[in-house]
């Protein structure tokens, strides 16, 4: 039987090092032995429980940052201009920010592989796209987001998630993920070049996204 030279805790023949105080376990008679059932065993759940408060914790102490500011804007807005005018454009990208960063802190389950990149990745497309659609409602409406930002952003958040989930799932690894994402980007120019002669009103010829591509 051991004890721990600074706080005096008996000590198993399965400790490396004392369980209270850190210290190595250093006796020469009785030496270290795997396979024994601890006399110390860690209480199971705790570190997911610390990791699930401290994550919600993040997420509030975001959510605060994001918030304050926001309602600022709006009563700045309400009292010098007596209308809702440019604070919504300051409210729409703090929600949009709390997608980004907030939502996935919220989820119950903490490890990304038991939920996979799409469940973060697909409130973050829908929260772009709608915050691109608040900008050309409020600014001019009916002119930019159908012809030009959605197939752009839509292209890009498409690819996004497919290469994600490629190389969460090891589909892709190394040098294939490196290519994946070459030829994502090469796809993504092209688009560009397309939706932005679509938009005004031209034929479609791709010719400089090719050599960009």
């Known amino acids: 039987m051991s004890f721990c030279v600074n706080c005096g805790v008996r000590l198993g023949e399965t400790e490396r090092k004392c369980p209270l ?5 250093i006796n020469p008679v009785q030496p270290f032995q795997a396979g024994i059932p601890s006399l110390y065993p860690a209480p199971e759940g705790i570190g997911t429980a610390a990791r699930r408060i401290d994550r919600r914790t993040i997420a509030f102490i975001v959510t605060c940052v994001l918030v304050l500011p926001a309602l600022i804007c709006v009563a700045v807005d309400l009292v010098y201009g007596g209308v809702l005018d440019w604070s919504l454009y300051v409210v729409g990208a703090a929600v949009m920010i709390w997608v980004f960063l907030a939502l996935p802190l919220l989820h119950t389950r903490i490890e990304s592989s038991e939920r996979g990149p799409a469940a973060i990745l697909i409130p973050d497309a829908v929260a772009l796209m709608t915050y691109l659609w608040v900008i050309e409602r409020l600014s001019a409406p009916d002119t930019w987001f ?7 952003a839509g292209t890009l958040c498409l690819l996004v998630i497919v290469n994600a989930i490629l190389i969460d799932r090891r589909i892709l690894r190394h040098l294939y993920a490196l290519v994946g994402i070459l030829l994502s980007v090469a796809i993504l120019v092209v688009m560009i070049e397309i939706a932005t002669e679509l938009s005004m009103g031209e034929t479609v ?4 996204s090719l050599f960009a591509a």
């Open 21 to 25: 105080c850190g210290v190595q376990v």
């Open 146 to 152: 159908v012809p030009l930002a959605l197939p752009i």
């Open 205 to 208: 010829h791709v010719t400089w």
